[in-house]
């Protein structure tokens, strides 16, 4: 027995299938007030870690700062201080707690997701301006963004998302790692980066960071060894970590 439907009902279907094939695909877009990029290094010497947000009210210039810094005195300073301590379970030093809107423009992105039931079919890319990222000392802000970034000449830091696994769920916080491509110094390396996510901000907050091996700065990603220092010449550094915190806002009236 075959079932024939009158030309309407399968024109309706048609409709409702295309329907729903272009409500699965969204498009999120950072929200540049309220997203920010840093920096840190392993060990950090107590100095050692920068930001783009530096308005944000939970970030902490390190020692060493230059004057004129304002920030909340009940942000203590790392209880390691100075020492050579290998220790990544705090990073960053200063996380902020909940996403201010308070940033400069410093990062741009966008990702287009198939499906945000499961997080499957993620791609995109973020970019950082790398002349906004700041320690709070003056000096060497300068001379990352002239020898070690070189900033007039690669402006920006980029991650090129392919592709996001491993996805797990606990309560309204989506885990996973995302797969893609770092530009540093317009030197492109696949990289993967842990992610964090949940609602928030009339978004979606992303947590997500990279870690390099500090003996890969110079020979993967063509970092001066000379500009880097004693940091990698006498291997007093053990990782870098490049990370951010963003709020991305789906576009369109129909996203969910």
Not at 17 to 34: E, F, I, L, N
Not at 92 to 116: F, H, K, L, M
Not at 120 to 128: C, H, K, Y
Request: one cysteine or more; hydrophobic letters at 40%; aromatic letters at 8%.
């Amino acid at each position: 027995m075959h079932l024939v439907l009158p030309s309407r009902a399968i024109a309706l279907l048609g409709l409702v299938a295309v329907g729903a094939s272009a409500q699965a695909q969204t498009r999120w877009t950072v929200a540049p007030k309220s997203s920010l990029a840093w920096w840190q290094v392993n060990p950090h010497l107590n100095h050692l870690w920068a930001t783009t947000c530096p308005e944000e009210p939970s970030w902490r210039p390190g020692e060493g700062r230059s004057g004129g810094w304002i920030f909340d005195r009940a942000l203590k300073p790392p209880k390691h201080g100075y020492a050579v301590v290998n220790d990544t379970t705090i990073v960053p030093v200063y996380p902020r707690p909940t996403a201010n809107s308070v940033c400069s423009e410093a990062v741009a992105g966008q990702v287009i997701v198939s499906d945000t039931t499961a997080w499957r079919g993620v791609r995109g890319e973020v970019a950082v301006k790398g002349e906004m990222l700041i320690t709070g000392e003056d000096r060497r802000d300068v001379y990352a963004r002239q020898a070690v970034l070189e900033t007039t000449r690669y402006p920006e830091v980029k991650f090129r998302i392919d592709s996001l696994v491993g996805i797990t769920r606990h309560a309204d916080t989506i885990q996973g790692t995302a797969a893609g491509v770092l530009t540093l110094r317009d030197v492109s390396r696949p990289v993967t980066a842990t992610v964090r996510a949940w609602h928030e901000a009339g978004g979606m907050r992303v947590l997500s960071r990279i870690r390099i091996p500090a003996g890969e700065l110079v020979p993967q990603y063509g970092l001066s060894r000379f500009a880097l220092g004693l940091g990698v010449g006498t291997k007093i550094w053990f990782d870098l970590f490049l990370g951010v915190d963003l709020v991305f806002r789906p576009e369109g009236a129909g996203a969910q």
